[in-house]
């Protein structure tokens, strides 16, 4: 019922910067709060930034200051603008997108958790 497709990750060098998109699509409803996740070799998926409807954000500190996370709500994508990227920003960066959508012929409210397929980012040193 709901796509999440995530793209812009690649390989860059220490110091440089990517972009992450997340776009969502399929018969959503509402966005209540979109998110970039990511996940390290051997290690624990963490939050890296989330963005609310009403354009509050957070963000994981080793990223403060560094990312900054944006979103269109007329396109229903959000963006990870990230500058200064370290080796330990390595990893598969993943969207989640919270809210509502739709489902059947009679449009029953449902509640929305969906994530994208991930896309890879590497820094080399």
């Known amino acids: 019922q709901v796509q999440v497709v995530e793209s812009g990750g690649g390989l860059v060098q220490a110091g440089g910067s990517l972009r992450l998109a997340c776009a969502a699509s399929?018969?959503?409803?509402?966005?209540?709060?979109m998110g970039w996740y990511r996940q390290a070799p051997g290690k624990q998926r963490e939050l890296v930034a989330v963005?609310?409807?009403?354009?509050?954000?957070n963000y994981a500190d080793s990223v403060k200051g560094r990312f900054t996370i944006s979103r269109d709500n007329a396109k229903n994508t959000a963006y990870l603008q990230m500058n200064s990227l370290k080796p330990e920003d390595t990893a598969v960066y993943y969207c989640?997108?919270?809210?509502?959508?739709?489902?059947?012929?009679?449009?029953?409210?449902?509640?929305?958790?969906?994530w994208g397929q991930g896309t890879l980012v590497t820094v080399s040193s």
């Open positions: 989640n997108v919270e809210g509502t959508y739709f489902s059947g012929s009679y449009y029953l409210l449902n509640t929305m958790d969906a």
């Open positions: 399929g018969r959503i409803s509402s966005i209540n709060a």
């Open positions: 963005i609310t409807s009403g354009d509050s954000t």
